[in-house]
């Protein structure tokens, strides 16, 4: 059975301190791993997609890296706006061709100015 | 473009009650997944539905099921609530021929009380 593991469940750091965040997985034919932001009460807000590993992706503050047995978020210099809770999930290939997704529990980061 | 709506945003029902939600997906967009998130369990896969068949299905007993449209719009219905199933329910779309993760909607907040 695929699994997801987050971690750590939350997160606090001084607006500034740089920080990562872990998603260890276990999947049979992985296809891509994804991260996600979602904000209290709203629809998580997709970030980045990796596919391969040594691949990076990176938006402004925040890089993703992917190995083949887990990926991490780096959060450089973070500010108050970065607090939500980070979703890391894993596409792999389920049985009659579908796309088959797992997602981990998440990450609760805070930014304290 | 329009992204994914939901309706409605919010229900409160009372258990043994049945409830409908309402997923529009993007234009363009024939695969539609429903999300139950709750605080411990994070989120968990109902069901996926593409070109108005039900291609994957999750761990959830018979209460919960779905349909999908022509128009690709999506309806879950979930029968003799309980108050268990309080949770935030969440749709997401995506492309089938360039599956890129999801994006979701903002969900529909159900209170079973």
């Known amino acids: 059975e695929d699994q997801v593991t987050q971690s750590p469940e939350a997160l606090r750091l001084q607006e500034g301190e740089s920080s990562s965040l872990n998603c260890s997985y276990t999947?049979?034919?992985?296809?891509?791993l994804f991260w996600y932001r979602q904000d209290p009460g709203k629809g998580p807000e997709f970030l980045f997609t990796l596919y391969s590993a040594g691949e990076e992706k990176e938006k402004e503050r925040l890089k993703a890296t992917l190995t083949k047995k887990e990926s991490f978020l780096h959060i450089t210099a973070p500010k108050p706006e970065d607090s939500a809770t980070y979703l890391c999930?894993?596409?792999?290939?389920?049985?009659?061709?579908?796309?088959?997704?797992?997602f981990g529990t998440g990450t609760k980061l805070q930014v304290i100015p | 473009k329009a992204g994914v709506t939901q309706t409605p945003r919010y229900l409160i029902k009372t258990r043994g009650q049945q409830v409908t939600l309402s997923c529009s997906p993007i234009s363009g967009h024939r695969s539609v997944s429903w999300y139950q998130q709750t605080p411990g369990q994070g989120l968990q896969f109902l069901f996926e539905y593409f070109s108005e068949t039900q291609r994957n299905k999750g761990n959830f007993p018979g209460r919960f099921s779905g349909r999908q449209f022509s128009n690709s719009r999506s309806e879950m219905n979930v029968s003799t609530l309980e108050l268990g199933d309080s949770a935030l329910y969440l749709c997401?779309?995506?492309?089938?021929?360039?599956?890129?993760?999801?994006?979701f909607g903002s969900g529909t907040r159900l209170t079973v009380v």
């Open positions: 999930a894993v596409q792999a290939a389920g049985s009659g061709g579908y796309q088959k997704v797992t």
């Open positions: 997401a779309s995506s492309l089938e021929a360039e599956w890129d993760g999801y994006t």
């Open positions: 999947v049979s034919g992985l296809r891509g």
